[in-house]
């Protein structure tokens, strides 16, 4: 019998697919980060919530390793994000040491509720940026 959180990750994740990232993709000032497919090889754009500090960029994947994203980034650590409607290319850091709820305190209010409501895994993620 699927847990809990296993049922939790399943409806958010197919809301988010279905209807959430479709639109969201679409909003020019819509943060996205472009991960290139571990089996496809194909560039994976998927809305996120962050913040700029500098050259980093730093997000917390609400469903960590089990996160599609994540795993992408597991397979290639080269990423594209996209911030005020302009791409900036970098190479993405897992951090699993790092504390996610704190850190969610230090990024936007709004898209960090929902990633403490919804996630289970939470994971902290620094994009060093190219430029």
């Given amino acids: ?7 939790q990750h399943r409806v ?3 809301f ?3 209807i959430g990232n479709p639109i969201l993709r679409r909003l020019p000032s819509q943060q996205l980060l472009e991960t290139t497919g571990r089996v496809s090889g194909q560039p994976r754009s998927t809305p996120i919530g962050g913040r700029r500090i500098g ?3 730093w997000l917390v994947s609400e469903f960590g390793q089990r996160s599609q994203y994540i795993r992408n980034i597991n397979a290639n650590n080269r990423v594209r994000v996209r ?3 302009r791409w900036h290319t970098g190479t993405a850091h897992l951090l699993l040491e790092d504390d996610a709820r704190a850190r969610l305190r230090e990024l936007p209010k709004v898209n960090s509720s929902a990633v403490r409501l919804v996630g289970t895994d939470l994971l902290t993620v620094r994009i060093d940026l190219d430029d």
């Avoid at 699927?2 to 049922?7: A, E, F």
Wanted: glycine share 6%; proline share 5%.
């Fill in 83 to 85: 911030l005020h409607g």
């Fill in 16 to 18: 988010q697919r279905r």
């Fill in 12 to 14: 958010v994740t197919a």
């Fill in 55 to 57: 050259t980093e960029f």
């Fill in 1 to 7: 019998m699927p847990s809990k959180r296993d049922i």
